[in-house]
């Protein structure tokens, strides 16, 4: 059982920055691919970011992209999402989450939520305006 730990949520105003943090349990992590989500009040959760085990390839929501920026430390079994340039649309609690399907997948394989295995609780991210 992989457990996942987000951190690094809170309040900022808009245009400001924050750097989320995920860190994972099992030293397997560097071959998961990783995702963050997110979920407004009232809204489904939705994709956000994902990067693959090797680091080299991501996908961004076309929302987010230039702004946010996904990495991952695999000797520190820890990703991360750099969030720059925030909006109030930007809140809601983040999540990461771990695919451990190592095969090479399309973008939208991984903006579902049913395709990862694992879940972190949650950060809360609030932007005003």
């Known amino acids: 059982q992989v457990q996942l730990v987000e951190s690094g949520g809170g309040l900022v105003q808009a245009g400001g920055s924050l750097r989320l943090s995920c860190a994972a349990s099992?030293?397997?992590?560097?071959?998961?691919?990783m995702g963050w989500f997110r979920q407004a009040p009232g809204k489904e959760r939705e994709f956000v970011a994902a990067?693959?085990?090797?680091?080299?390839?991501?996908y961004y929501a076309d929302s987010v992209k230039v702004r946010f920026t996904i990495s991952r430390d695999n000797a520190k079994n820890t990703v991360y999402l750099q969030m720059n340039n925030l909006k109030p649309e930007d809140t809601g609690v983040y999540y990461c989450?771990?695919?451990?399907?190592?095969?090479?997948?399309?973008?939208?394989?991984?903006?579902?939520?049913?395709?990862?295995?694992?879940w972190g609780q949650g950060t809360q991210v609030t932007v005003s305006s």
């Open positions: 990067i693959r085990w090797s680091g080299v390839s991501t």
């Open positions: 989450a771990a695919d451990t399907d190592r095969t090479i997948h399309s973008f939208m394989y991984y903006t579902r939520t049913n395709e990862y295995d694992y």
């Open positions: 099992e030293r397997t992590f560097s071959t998961y691919t």
